[in-house]
């Protein structure tokens, strides 16, 4: 079993997110770094992802736009400060207008027996914000489960 | 009231949970454990009790502390929401894989 892990203790800065993948860490990596292959999995589901930038070595901006079907959109951005294929990747992430200041997040890729662990460890400047990113899961998970029960209720009907 | 969030905000506080999670245990134990003085010690259980993470147990001449479940399947619940947006972004990561997977032999 591919199985997530979530950590995320009271009273800290830290999210920890670790996962298996069973590919080989050069795809994994690619897929964290070419455009065309982010756009297919980054963030919600319920939402579209534009990757208006993505520029990934030390310096480089990476910019993605979420829309929702309302119309509302959701802008993430940051920086990449360490681009070391395949075992590490490390940037700043921020949810503009959230406030509070951004994230550092620390990617790294460890390939056994041709699966890839990958661990995300994310540092927020203050409890608070790492607080509000969680709360924002929550909602956002909230809703997709929303969205969810109205497809399985229309085809029930 | 503090919330649990606020009462686990503290180090100390945190460090008293962590030894609870092991057993219930008398406040002398935490006194000697964490090096604190027992007023110090009773402050920071009188915190966790408004919070409802602890509570006392009553036995003869002796007060044990011990964690409420309760709680903590609610900080679980908090999780819920971002571990499920997690879980739903990371299976799509999977299914990007196997495409790329399937696509090699045209790669090469």
Do not use: C
């Amino acid at each position: 079993m591919n199985k997530l892990n979530v950590y995320a203790e009271p009273g800290k800065q830290e999210i920890v997110i670790t996962r298996e993948f069973n590919a080989p860490r050069d795809r994994v990596f690619r897929a964290h770094t070419d455009p065309a292959l982010v756009a297919k999995w980054w963030g919600p589901a319920s939402m579209h992802v534009a990757i208006e930038s993505l520029d990934a070595r030390p310096g480089g901006l990476w910019r993605y736009i979420h829309r929702s079907d309302d119309g509302a959109e959701y802008i993430h951005f940051g920086v990449f400060h360490e681009v070391s294929a395949p075992e590490r990747l490390i940037y700043t992430y921020e949810l503009a207008g959230m406030g509070g200041g951004p994230g550092i997040v620390t990617l790294t890729l460890e390939e056994r027996d041709g699966k890839t662990a990958i661990t995300e460890t994310s540092l927020y400047p203050s409890v608070e914000v790492r607080d509000a990113v969680v709360q924002s899961g929550m909602e956002g998970g909230a809703a997709e489960s929303y969205d969810r029960m109205e497809e399985l209720l229309n085809t029930l009907a | 009231m503090m919330t649990i969030f606020e009462a686990l905000a503290d180090p100390t506080r945190r460090h008293i949970v962590d030894l609870l999670r092991e057993r219930p245990r008398l406040v002398g134990e935490l006194t000697a454990q964490l090096d604190i003085s027992q007023p110090g010690i009773s402050k920071h259980l009188r915190v966790l009790r408004e919070a409802g993470l602890v509570n006392v147990r009553q036995d003869a001449q002796r007060r044990w502390y011990e964690l409420r479940a309760e709680p903590f399947s609610e900080l679980q619940t908090w999780l819920d929401g971002f571990r499920h947006l997690a879980a739903a972004k990371y299976d799509r990561l999977d299914r990007v894989l196997n495409e790329l997977t399937d696509e090699e032999p045209n790669d090469e």
